[in-house]
């Protein structure tokens, strides 16, 4: 996939937008729209969390996180200006809040991440089924890879913490 991937990156250097959307079709353009808005939404909404976080650890796995969101926003917007596709509207830039109310623990805080993350493998495994184009469908293959990743992280991440529920163990 590599080969025909970076095949179409030449192929496709200096090409017009109005050439290159005819080589991608509505549905790739679709799910490349919503792999961008819903990274708006996950930026914003992490960063809104941030402010309530007390655990340094969490602290630093959300930094990690709102930093992996900004790489892939950056590259999904160079797709969409490529393909002269129009953006969803980006959420504000800082989000700060000085009131903490009781009921958004860090627990509370994990699980929003945690419920995020597990959504975003649903989304990544669809966008890569549904894209012909090689280039394209390696973009949505290092997503899913990547969310695959940090879905095994967190889970033991969250194991530790005692932030997870698990299961009773099944004796007989």
Known sequence: MKILQLLESIIDTGKAPQLL???INVLEVSNLWLELAYRYDVMEETQILLNYVEDADLKAV???GIKRLNKQINMLEQWMKD??????N????VVADAVKPEVVTDK????RIFSGIQSFLSIHINAFIQAP???LREVFREFLLEEIGIYDKIIEYGKLKNWISEPPA???
């Not at 980006?90 to 830039?93: G, I, P, S």
């Not at 509370?108 to 699980?111: A, D, G, M, R, S």
């Open 21 to 23: 959307q005819r080589e």
């Open 62 to 64: 959300l930094q990690l």
């Open 83 to 88: 393909y002269a596709i129009p953006t969803a």
């Open 90 to 93: 980006r959420h504000r830039a």
């Open 108 to 111: 509370y805080i994990f699980l």
């Open 133 to 135: 184009s090689p280039k």
């Open 170 to 172: 099944f004796r007989v």
